[in-house]
T-cell receptor
Framework: GQQLNQSPQSMFIQEGEDVSMNCTSS?????WLWYKQEPGEGPVLLIA???AGELTSNGRLTAQFGITRKDSFLNISASIPSDVGIYFC????????????WGAGTKLIIKP | EPEVTQTPSHQVTQMGQEVILRCVPI?????FYWYRQILGQKVEFLVS????????KSEIFDDQFSVERPDGSNFTLKIRSTKLEDSAMYFC???????????FGPGTRLLVL
C-alpha cells in the first residue's frame, strides 16, 4: 500500500544550524502536509502544499512539493530550542479525500 | 486562533469497559476525523465524518467503535468494550473542506488495564 518514508529518523544539531528533512514515496501524492508534534501534544500543521513544484514558507520553515509528486522536503533555518519535536509528513491516501497517510517522523534534537 | 479541543486529556479504564472520548472541532469546520497513535508508532486514520454520517473508515474501526455528533459542537468516539491494544493517543481533527488541511486536537491518552 501507499507509504511515506521520512529521513533522517532523527537529527542532533547545534542551535543556529539549518535543518533539512525529506519525505519520499513510491506513489504520487496530490497534497503534502508537514506537521510538528511535541511530547504529549497533538500534531500541529506547519505547511500545506498543493501543487507540484510549489515552494512555501512559514517563518523560518520552508517546504517544497517535489516535481515528480513523489517527494517533499522541509527546511528549518537558524534552528532555535523551541524547534525541538517530531516532524511528520502526511498526505491523503489515493482515492480518498479524508484519510491521511503519515510518515514515521523525523525527531529533531537541539544541543544547547 | 480557533483550535480543536479534546477531553479528557487522560483516561484509564479496565479492559472490557466502554469509553467515550470527546472532541470539539473548530466551529466552522464541516469534516471531522479520529486518528490514533500507539506509543512510538505512526499516526493511523480511524474514521472521517461529514453531514452526520461516516464518510470513510479504516480496518481498525471495527464494530467496537462508533462516532457521533450529538449536538452542534461535540464529536465523540465510543469504544464499546476496550481491549489492551486500544491503549494509544487518540486525536480528533477537523477540516473546513473535503481534502482541506486537517487541524488536530491535543489528544486523549487512553490506557486500558
Amino acid at each position: 500500500g501507499q507509504q511515506l518514508n521520512q529521513s533522517p529518523q532523527s537529527m542532533f544539531i547545534q542551535e543556529g544550524e539549518d535543518v533539512s528533512m525529506n519525505c519520499t514515496s513510491s506513489s504520487i501524492f496530490n497534497t503534502w502536509l508537514w506537521y510538528k508534534q511535541e511530547p504529549g501534544e497533538g500534531p500541529v500543521l506547519l505547511i500545506a502544499l498543493y501543487k507540484a513544484g510549489e515552494l512555501t514558507s512559514n517563518g523560518r520553515l520552508t517546504a517544497q512539493f517535489g516535481i515528480t509528486r513523489k517527494d517533499s522536503f522541509l527546511n528549518i533555518s537558524a534552528s532555535i530550542p523551541s524547534d525541538v519535536g517530531i516532524y511528520f509528513c502526511a498526505g491523503p491516501k489515493v482515492d480518498s479525500n479524508y484519510q491521511l497517510i503519515w510518515g514515521a517522523g523525523t525527531k529533531l534534537i537541539i544541543k544547547p | 486562533e480557533p483550535e480543536v479541543t479534546q477531553t479528557p486529556s487522560h483516561q484509564v479504564t479496565q479492559m472490557g469497559q466502554e469509553v467515550i472520548l470527546r472532541c470539539v472541532p473548530i466551529s466552522n469546520h464541516l469534516y471531522f476525523y479520529w486518528y490514533r497513535q500507539i506509543l512510538g508508532q505512526k499516526v493511523e486514520f480511524l474514521v472521517s465524518f461529514y453531514n452526520n454520517e461516516i464518510s470513510e473508515k479504516s480496518e481498525i474501526f471495527d464494530d467496537q467503535f462508533s462516532v457521533e455528533r450529538p449536538d452542534g459542537s461535540n464529536f465523540t468516539l465510543k469504544i464499546r468494550s476496550t481491549k489492551l491494544e486500544d491503549s494509544a493517543m487518540y486525536f480528533c481533527a477537523s477540516s473546513y473542506s473535503e481534502g482541506g488541511p486537517q487541524y488536530f486536537g491535543p489528544g486523549t491518552r487512553l490506557l486500558v488495564l
